[in-house]
Structures are given as C-alpha cells and as structure tokens.
C-alpha cells in the first residue's frame, strides 16, 4: 500500500487507533481515521480564507498532509455553488473529508432548512458543526437534511471551545455528552485545544465511543487574535484530541507546506506514542 504521497505505509489504522477504532460506530470516523493513516497526519485545516481561489490553492499546497478540510462557507466572497465546486472537486481530489463549521444551534426544523438553502451544506459537506444549546433536535434536524439528499454525514457538537471566557462550562459539557452519546449522527465533539487538563477531562468523560477534534493548537504562538488561545498540537492528541484543527499556523505561515508537515508530524507521532 502507499500513502498520499506515494510512499509506502504499514500502519493499519486499527494498529495506530486502537480502542478508538474499535469503539467509535459512525462511518466517518473511520474514514477519517483511515486517511489519518494514509497520510500519517491528524491535521484538519481550518480554511479560513476569503475566496474560492484562495482555498483551492492552499488545498493543492497542503492537501496532501490534510485530512479534512474545515470551510466557513459564509465567509467566501461572491459565493455561489459553480465556483464552490472547484473547492469540492480539490478537496475530493486529496482525499479530504468536506467538514463546513456552521455551528447550528437553532431548532430541528430551521437547522434541516439551513442545511440546504443559498450554500446547499447537505449537499456536499460529509461533517458539521452544531452547538447543543437548543437541545437534542437540532442534530435529527441537520440529520434529516442528508437523509433528503441520501447522503450520510455526521455531527460534532461543541462541548468546549478555545476561546477566552466563553460559557460552555463543566455542567454543560455534561449535557452536551448526553446528547451526543443518544444519537447516532454525532461522530463526536470539539474540545479545547489550548487546555491539557480540559481534554484529560473531556476525553475521561467521552470514552472511546467518539471523536474529539480541538481546534486552539498552534505550534509556535501561545495567543490569538481577539480571545482565542493556543496549546502544543502533540499535547493536545496525547491528552486525547483525535484531530488537530489548525487554521493560521499554516494558511499564514511563510511555507504552508513546511508548516503543515511540521503539524502533521507532531500529530501523528503523539498518536502513536499515546
Ligand atoms: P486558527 O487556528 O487560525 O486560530 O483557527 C481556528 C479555527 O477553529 C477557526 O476556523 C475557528 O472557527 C475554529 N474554532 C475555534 O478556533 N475554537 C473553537 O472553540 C471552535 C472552533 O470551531
């Protein structure tokens, strides 16, 4: 077998993911988990860049070291589903998963609207985002909206954020796990990236049953812009982070594609030493 890069890999990923492999029921998970292993790298890129060009270029730089791609589809100027296309098609051509962080937090019938409309989300994005703040149905609503489209996708629902003073506290991360852990369609949780002792906790409380992936990771700046803050993507996975989501690290370094093998290394060899 041969990686993405068309080297020879051995790593099974039942070998590198162990009880997660097993445990984790929703398809993508292990889908994800198998490009992880192809392309020995737990990096989700967070594309946050404001033109379709744009996200077609880093993906054609770094695709090859990236699992899934992170959209904020309602950032991209002039949007419309003919130019989204080019996105969809680069992302399918490196073998990415299509993950769009709408952060739904409405009811379950307005969330199973959004899902189509102006950016068609059910159409093409294989994740999202949901916060759990309306309750349970919110995930049957955005469940739903693949299901018109017979096409399967799952949910993460944010169970802690990286940002400074944000609300989503212990008792409410508690509530959150419930709703994910009564539902099929959530594949698993974003967890604080920035925190070690938050993940230990997170990941105690998750099991091995769900992902959790952590946005906050950065490898050289300890703060962010307006509030976010950072920790070492490596400590993030050895506290239990499946998935490093890195935005500005690499689509505002120098070399994207120095910086991306750099996450891609510390993330995989803190799998698999973890
Ligand atoms: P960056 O690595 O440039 O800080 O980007 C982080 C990305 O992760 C952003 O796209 C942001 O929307 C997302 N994110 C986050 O930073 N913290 C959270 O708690 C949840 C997020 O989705």
């Known amino acids: 077998m041969t990686n993405g890069r068309g080297q020879d890999y051995r790593m099974k990923a039942e070998d590198a993911w162990g009880a997660r492999w097993v445990n984790c029921a929703h398809p993508l998970s292990h889908e994800y988990m198998r490009v992880a292993c192809e392309k020995e790298s737990l990096v989700v890129l967070a594309a946050d860049l404001p033109t379709v060009d744009e996200i077609v270029r880093i993906i054609e730089d770094v695709g090859d070291y990236v699992c899934a791609l992170k959209t904020h589809v309602d950032m991209v100027e002039g949007f419309n589903m003919e130019d989204w296309s080019?996105?969809?098609?680069?992302?399918?051509?490196?073998g990415m998963l299509l993950f769009e962080d709408r952060k739904f937090a409405d009811i379950g019938r307005v969330a199973q609207t959004q899902m189509g409309g102006l950016y068609d989300i059910r159409s093409w994005a294989d994740l999202v985002t949901s916060h759990s703040?309306?309750?349970?149905?919110?995930?049957d609503g955005i469940a739903a909206a693949w299901d018109e489209v017979e096409r399967i996708g799952g949910v993460l629902l944010l169970a802690q954020m990286s940002s400074?003073?944000?609300?989503?506290?212990?008792?409410?991360t508690d509530l959150t796990l419930e709703i994910g852990r009564a539902s099929p369609h959530v594949l698993g949780y974003i967890g604080n990236g920035s925190s070690v002792s938050e993940l230990v906790g997170l990941r105690?409380?998750?099991?091995?049953g769900r992902m959790i992936w952590t946005p906050g990771v950065n490898l050289s700046a300890d703060e962010g812009v307006l509030g976010q803050r950072y920790g070492h993507p490596a400590e993030a996975?050895?506290?239990?982070s499946d998935a490093i989501i890195v935005g500005s690290g690499i689509h505002k370094a120098g070399d994207p594609l120095a910086a991306v093998r750099e996450y891609a290394s510390a993330s995989w060899g803190a799998l698999l030493e973890r």
């Open 86 to 94: 080019r996105v969809v098609d680069a992302a399918g051509s490196k």
């Open 133 to 139: 703040v309306s309750g349970p149905d919110v995930v």
């Open 164 to 172: 400074t003073g944000n609300l989503l506290v212990d008792g409410y």
């Open 237 to 240: 996975v050895l506290a239990g």
């Open 204 to 208: 105690s409380k998750v099991g091995e």
